[in-house]
């Protein structure tokens, strides 16, 4: 059975950082993809970026291209995601998603973690 387990959220201020985990275990993640979406109060899931296990290209929401990086660590079955010159309004909860091909939309994405809180006040 598949699982995913974020880690890293917390309260931050403007301008701060923060690096979100996601551990998978369950099976070899040696292809496919991971993305990582986040869902603010009242919204929907919003796409915030993907990787390929292999061989490791990226896509970005506009949004947080230059401010956010991800990366993944094949031995580990671990995607992170850092997060530079955050800003209130990338308050959400962030969860990660294992799925076949690296798309932006959810519904796309087989599996999910829980979800890490990330809040950043002004």
């Known amino acids: 059975q598949v699982r995913l387990v974020e880690s890293g959220g917390g309260l931050v201020q403007a301008g701060d950082s923060l690096r979100l985990s996601c551990a998978a275990s369950?099976?070899?993640?040696?292809?496919?993809?991971m993305g990582w979406f986040r869902q603010a109060p009242g919204q929907e899931r919003e796409f915030v970026v993907a990787?390929?296990?292999?061989?490791?290209?990226?896509l970005y929401a506009d949004s947080v291209k230059g401010r956010f990086t991800i990366s993944r660590d094949n031995a580990k079955n671990t995607v992170y995601l850092q997060m530079n010159s955050l800003k209130p309004e990338d308050t959400a909860v962030y969860y990660c998603?294992?799925?076949?091909?690296?798309?932006?939309?959810?519904?796309?994405?087989?599996?999910w973690g829980q979800g890490t809180q990330v809040t950043v006040s002004s």
């Open positions: 990787i390929r296990w292999s061989p490791g290209n990226t």
């Open positions: 998603a294992a799925g076949g091909l690296m798309l932006t939309n959810p519904k796309n994405y087989d599996y």
């Open positions: 369950g099976r070899t993640f040696s292809s496919g993809a």
